[in-house]
């Protein structure tokens, strides 16, 4: 049974940096994409950046691109996304996600069955 677990969210100024890690387990995760995505208060859960497992493409939403960068550690079976230059905007309860998915469908919430229970991110101006 797939199993993903967030970690390292928090409270942090305008500007200021935080590192999510995602630790992922139950199967080989070869075939997989792994993704982040976000939901801030009264919004819709949306996609932030996902990485090819196999290869390591990776993915991002635009409003975060050139700020954050996700990354894997496959003897870890570990996911991060490193998060600078942080804004009010990007506060946020942010999951883990994970499938095996054609690439052209990565940014669509609905396309992963395997979710972890989400960490809050704070980022206070």
């Known amino acids: 049974q797939v199993q993903l677990v967030e970690s390292g969210g928090g409270l942090v100024q305008a500007g200021g940096s935080l590192r999510l890690s995602c630790a992922a387990s139950?199967?080989?995760?070869?075939?997989?994409?792994m993704a982040w995505f976000r939901q801030g208060p009264g919004k819709e859960r949306e996609f932030v950046a996902a990485?090819?497992?196999?290869?390591?493409?990776?993915y991002y939403a635009d409003s975060v691109k050139g700020r954050f960068t996700i990354s894997r550690d496959n003897a870890k079976n570990m996911v991060y996304l490193q998060m600078n230059s942080l804004k009010p905007e990007d506060t946020a309860a942010y999951y883990c996600a994970a499938d095996s998915l054609n690439s052209d469908r990565v940014q669509l919430a609905y396309a992963y069955d395997y979710w972890g229970q989400g960490t809050q991110v704070t980022v206070s101006s």
């Open positions: 139950g199967r080989t995760f070869s075939s997989y994409f």
């Open positions: 990485i090819r497992w196999r290869g390591g493409n990776t």
